[in-house]
């Protein structure tokens, strides 16, 4: 069996009791490794099926759990949040993952180890990994100090009205172009990014944002801009 170079700083982060080196390696492989080694049989993505729909359902049982005054409307916009592809790439960063990806030659001169969807997807195959091997409790007290770490920042971003949406509707309604977002500054170590995003309105800079991923740089943007230009919200 080949094993991933780096995984001392990725086992830092993953539960004592995960000691399946076997099913770690599988999370880790992607196919364009497989394609170039043949004598790996199967790549990561049937982790990652699985992975997805044990993330939902524990965001969701967390969403639940946490916020019981809001509606379902809220619930449902905060979890496509937290499972979205750039944030779960931004949790993969902070666990140090990439480094001990299995990508094909190309891939990792292209970048791979450090491309989201990449990330996202070994993520979710690694949260479908621990729970094969040590079972669901495992990989809630895993996952959910990420979630606290984010909540924060994701919940101030997906407020009960949807802030790009009333932005764009405050410019349209006033004649001018669907607000541009535009990404300026990016700064931290791979594992903890920041992202800077200024919004524009015509060629006009309006307010910036910043956040663990664009698409919350981008919600903090519209956020700001619309304190700035006094919009009324319901």
Request: net charge negative; proline share 3%.
């Amino acid at each position: 069996m080949i094993e991933p170079d780096g995984l001392a700083k990725l086992r830092e982060h993953l539960p004592e009791n995960f000691n399946n080196i076997f099913m770690l390696t599988r999370a880790l492989t992607h196919r364009s490794f497989v394609n170039e080694n043949r004598e790996v049989l199967e790549d990561n993505e049937r982790l990652e099926f699985l992975g997805d729909s044990i993330l939902g359902f524990i965001v969701a049982e967390w969403l639940y759990n946490n916020f019981p005054e809001k509606d379902e409307g809220f619930l449902t916009k905060v979890r496509a949040a937290l499972v979205h592809t750039q944030q779960l790439s931004a949790f993969a960063r902070r666990i140090d993952l990439g480094p001990s990806l299995l990508v094909g030659r190309g891939e990792a001169n292209a970048g791979g180890r450090d491309r989201d969807a990449i990330l996202c997807d070994a993520f979710e195959a690694l949260i479908a990994a621990i729970y094969l091997d040590c079972g669901l409790q495992t990989v809630k007290d895993f996952i959910i100090p990420l979630l606290e770490l984010e909540s924060e920042e994701i919940l101030r971003s997906h407020s009960e009205e949807d802030v790009k949406s009333r932005l764009q509707e405050w410019a349209q309604a006033q004649g001018y172009p669907a607000p541009n977002y535009v990404l300026v500054d990016e700064y931290g170590p791979d594992h903890d990014k920041r992202f800077v995003v200024v919004a524009m309105i015509k060629d006009t800079k309006i307010a910036q944002g910043r956040g663990s991923s664009k698409q919350l740089a981008e919600k903090n943007a519209a956020q700001n801009s619309i304190k700035k230009l006094g919009i009324a919200t319901l």
